[in-house]
């Protein structure tokens, strides 16, 4: 066995034990300590930043140095400024060790999703007015918000459980969903307070959240374990309550549950996972793209009909371990994006190395662009491009929609997940205390 698998099962057992604690203590939705109450006070308010003095720029999460960049959301896509997203890291570190099964779950993490590492930011988005930054941290279990002008925290908020996940922000910027990945819950949070607004439950591993374009619904998709090593078809049983649940974004009741297992049969393959990773929407949300764990390529999705239309295989990379213990979190691809037209979709072919553009109409895949683990995809703020976050060389990448070229690369922090565009004031360069 090489030195990479023998250290890649010794991660893989660690992050089963991990899991053990998981669903012992945090799963089937509930968990040692009650959901918290909303976060502490927010700050005094600053005065907001009129809307034309504001910019459009992208924030890039570096979860393995707890830092996010701030970069040019067109042309060269270069660097603006670097924010500490974990100014608090001392006090946190203090109080996890004061708790064996906090410190128990932390360590978890590290071995598990964590690679190793421990993971200091997930997701981010910025207030309506560009003074801030929110941010999900996995290993500290909490949402925070960061004054952009100092980098001082604002407020935070600890999630329900053990671990904080993705995030969505509702189309007016006034509302943050987050996942409690291990007490199966997404909270929902006034952005500019902390305050929870409500929360809802999940099925097992909440992942993924999206609002509709209306800000009338949010959907969350639900991956079950993925840190343990009974990777096999065999044991797909073993991975837990996977589905996608549709709440009313106001009122936090269910409307919809999706069980992709049913659907995924029905069209013919029982072999798939029904973990949904990264999805995409049509422009008129008709349409759903999405990945699920193990597959290289993605399925379409009629939510009218509610049926699985069509499916995608994109080519496997033959430098790519077959062992499926090896890939990272169940993820053989991991990022989804679509042109602001609908015409095309861009991939990130996560453990294979590469992104492409396919073309949505005939779902046929256009240049294969080398990336180093890509592990996330959007969109450029003209609509352009799709950016990849490189997470094995520490890059943010655009590719061209129309030509599926590879145009601007740029260097980040360690380990880049996920990219997001915001608005910070125009003349911003970086907190003050940096």
């Known amino acids: 066995m090489s030195a990479v698998r023998t ?4 991660r893989l057992l660690l992050g089963s034990l991990a899991a ?31 809307a034309e003095g504001l910019r459009e720029v992208m924030f890039v999460g570096n979860n393995w140095d707890g830092t996010a960049d701030v970069i040019e959301a067109t042309g060269d896509f270069a660097r603006i400024g670097r924010i500490n997203v974990i100014p608090d890291r001392e006090r946190r570190m203090w109080e996890i060790g004061l708790n064996p099964l906090k410190l128990a779950f932390f360590l ?17 988005y910025a207030t309506p007015d ?18 952009l002008r100092t980098g001082a925290l604002n407020w935070r908020y600890p999630v329900s459980g053990f671990r904080s996940d993705h995030m969505a922000v509702s189309p007016d910027g006034t509302r943050v969903a987050v996942s409690a990945s291990t007490s199966n819950r997404v909270h929902v949070l006034d952005i500019t307070t902390g ?24 959907w969350n998709m639900a991956i079950g374990e993925v840190t343990t090593a009974l990777d096999g078809p065999a044991w797909d049983w073993t991975k837990g309550d996977r589905r996608i649940t549709v709440v009313d974004a106001r009122t936090f009741e269910q409307v919809r549950v999706i069980d992709m297992r049913a659907r995924l049969d029905a069209f013919g ?10 999805v995409a929407f049509t422009p008129d949300e008709s349409t759903l793209y999405f990945q699920v764990s193990f597959f290289n390529g993605f399925l379409e999705y009629d939510v009218a009909t509610d049926r699985v239309t069509r499916l995608k295989t994109l080519p ?12 990272v979190n169940d993820s053989r691809h991991h990022g989804m994006s679509m042109s602001p037209d ?25 240049p294969l662009v080398p990336a180093a683990k890509p592990y996330w995809a959007t969109v450029s703020g003209d609509g352009r491009s799709c950016v990849i976050s490189e997470s094995g060389s520490d890059r943010v990448t655009a590719i061209d929609f129309a030509t599926g070229r590879a145009v601007a690369s740029v260097a980040v922090g360690d380990h880049p997940q996920r990219v997001r565009l915001a608005r910070v004031p125009a003349d911003w360069t970086g907190p003050a205390s940096s």
Not at 344 to 361: E, G, H, I, W
């Open 20 to 50: 053990a604690l998981v669903l012992t203590v945090g799963g089937g939705g509930s968990t040692v300590a009650a959901v918290p109450p909303a976060g502490p006070p927010a700050a005094p308010p600053v005065a907001p930043v009129a």
């Open 108 to 124: 978890g993490i590290r071995q598990g999703p964590g690679e190793g590492h421990d993971q200091f930011v997930d997701d981010m």
């Open 195 to 218: 305050r929870e607004l409500g929360s809802f439950a999940t099925g097992d591993k909440p992942h993924e959240n999206v609002f509709t374009a209306d800000g009338r619904y949010l």
């Open 130 to 147: 560009g003074s801030a930054m929110v941010v999900s941290r996995p290993s500290f279990a909490d949402v925070v918000s960061i004054d």
């Open 269 to 278: 393959r029982k072999d798939l996972s029904d973990a949904v990773r990264p």
């Open 342 to 366: 609908g015409s095309k979709l861009c991939v990130a072919a996560t453990m294979d190395d590469y992104a492409t553009v396919v073309d949505r109409t005939s779902l046929r895949e256009g």
């Open 7 to 10: 250290r890649g099962a010794r």
């Open 316 to 327: 496997e990379n033959p430098a790519t371990d077959p062992d499926r213990t090896t890939w």
